[in-house]
Structures are given as structure tokens and as C-alpha cells.
């Protein structure tokens, strides 16, 4: 079965260092997502993509963050200057489409660790 | 506003019984739910979704229900297996842009 694929599974960086996290979509895929975990919390929405371009995006996902798709079959989350705050699980996910029955599938998640 | 509740923190049961979830949500126009199991060190996993047009749908072991009139919606696993135990979320695209909304989530324990 396709699954969503990231890399790398643990991030360790210095606060104020920049961090690149990547993520494989599912191959027929048009709308992808990130979201963060912190530990013991919900997962919440950070950004949406389609058509190469930003979709929606929450408050959390400030000018310190951006999203491309670099080629056919990446799509990335970059932090430019971590904070100790974005120490979290980011999970990208993909879809379909938007409507019902095209559900979200996620990958297993990229462990970010700010010192 | 935007939330997706869910009544029970944990769940502790039986193997071999059937387990029930719930999620209760607030935005009476929402109608596409998903349930999502997330286990220890994963991301979460689809297991099964209901669009507002219906009232029940069956999956393996699972079945969701979907109550408009209160809104509220539930998971039932059948038989529940050690496998089962996980953290499980209801959501629910918060808007035509994909966005979803995720709740709190419920930890489900089975003991031996």
C-alpha cells in the first residue's frame, strides 16, 4: 500500500539554526499538508499546498516557515531560524483531493529536537 | 468556533470486548468525519470515514456512527485486540481548503 514517506525520522539543531524537514507524498497525490505534534498534545494544522502554492496556513506558520515542492516527488518543511518552542513531531500528509472520501494519510513523522 | 472533542481521555478494556469511542464536534455544517489511530512513535493512521449522508459505516471490526442531531460520533471496535491499543483521534476538515481539525484523542488500553 503507497504511504506517506519522511525524512529524517530524529532532527536535532541549535536554536537559531535553519532545518530542512522532507517528505515523499503519496505518487497520486495533489494536496499536501504539515502538522505538529507537541509531546502529549493534538495534532495541529500548520500549512496546505496545491498547485504549487500555499493553500492555507495557520497562525503557528509565520514568516520563519516555508514549504516547497521542490520536484515531482518531494515536498519539504523549512524553519529558518529554530526556537526552542518548535520542538515537536511534524508529520506531512497527503490527499487526493478535498473532498469526502479522499481522507488525509500521514507519514510516521520527523522528531524535531531544538537545544 | 473550531473544536472537536472527545469525551474520554483513556479506555481501558477487556481483550476480547468491544471498545467504544467518542468525539463529539460543534460545527453543524461539518459533514465528512475521519477516525485516525496514532500509535506510540507513529503518525496517525487512517482507519475509516463517514460523510454526513450517512448515518453508519462498516469497516473490519470498525464501525463509526454519526448522529447529527446531537452531533456526535462514535467508534466501535469489535473484539478488541492488544494491536488496537493506541491513541485514537476523530477530524474533520475544518474548512473547503483541507484543514483538519483534530481532537484531543482517546488512549485505548486492552489488557489481557
Known amino acids: 500500500e503507497p504511504e506517506v514517506t519522511q525524512t529524517p525520522s530524529h532532527q536535532v539543531t541549535q536554536m537559531g539554526q535553519e532545518v530542512i524537514l522532507r517528505c515523499v507524498p503519496i505518487s497520486n497525490h495533489l494536496y499536501f499538508y504539515w502538522y505538529r505534534q507537541i509531546l502529549g498534545q493534538k495534532v495541529e494544522f500548520l500549512v496546505s499546498?496545491?498547485?504549487?502554492?500555499?493553500?492555507?496556513k495557520s497562525e503557528i506558520f509565520d514568516d520563519q516557515f516555508s514549504v516547497e515542492r521542490p520536484d515531482g516527488s518531494n515536498f519539504t518543511l523549512k524553519i529558518r531560524s529554530t526556537k526552542l518552542e518548535d520542538s515537536a513531531m511534524y508529520f506531512c500528509?497527503?490527499?487526493?483531493?478535498?473532498?469526502?472520501?479522499?481522507?488525509?494519510?500521514f507519514g510516521d513523522g520527523t522528531r524535531l529536537s531544538i537545544l | 468556533g473550531e473544536s472537536v472533542g472527545l469525551h474520554l481521555p483513556t479506555l481501558s478494556v477487556q481483550e476480547g470486548d468491544n471498545s467504544i469511542i467518542n468525539c463529539a464536534y460543534s460545527n453543524s455544517a461539518s459533514d465528512y468525519f475521519i477516525w485516525y489511530k496514532q500509535e506510540s512513535g507513529k503518525g496517525p493512521q487512517f482507519i475509516i470515514d463517514i460523510r454526513s449522508n450517512m448515518d453508519k459505516r462498516q469497516g473490519q471490526r470498525v464501525t463509526v456512527l454519526l448522529n447529527k442531531t446531537v452531533k456526535h460520533l462514535s467508534l466501535q471496535i469489535a473484539a478488541t485486540q492488544p494491536g488496537d491499543s493506541a491513541v485514537y483521534f476523530c477530524?474533520?476538515?475544518?474548512?473547503?481548503?483541507?484543514?483538519?481539525?483534530f481532537g484531543q484523542g482517546t488512549e485505548l488500553s486492552v489488557k489481557p
Open positions: 477530524a474533520e476538515p475544518y474548512n473547503q481548503g483541507g484543514k483538519l481539525i
Open positions: 500528509a497527503s490527499s487526493e483531493g478535498l473532498r469526502g472520501g479522499q481522507p488525509q494519510h
Open positions: 499546498f496545491y498547485n504549487n502554492e500555499i493553500s492555507e
